[in-house]
């Protein structure tokens, strides 16, 4: 039963493999396909969230959300 699990899972793997025509790779490089779209909002947003995150005393930076050390 295990090796049936295995197997079925190791195709729907295999399934999702699927190479890109030529025609369609101009679709798929549009800039809105991006993971961050809009880079100078996505610069804003890590320096927000890191800013919030720096002021509450998470992930190991120091000083405060000001920006002073």
Do not use: I, T
Not at 5 to 24: D, E, F, I, R, Y
Not at 27 to 33: I, N, Y
Not at 34 to 50: I, T
């Amino acid at each position: 039963m295990g090796r049936l699990l295995l197997s079925v899972m190791a195709l729907s793997l295999l399934s999702g493999c699927v190479a890109v025509q030529p025609w369609k790779r101009g679709e798929l490089a549009r800039q809105s396909m991006a993971w961050d779209p809009d880079p100078l909002q996505a610069g804003l947003a890590d320096h927000v969230y890191f800013s919030k995150e720096a002021a509450s005393g998470r992930a190991g930076l120091g000083g405060g959300g000001c920006g002073c050390n």
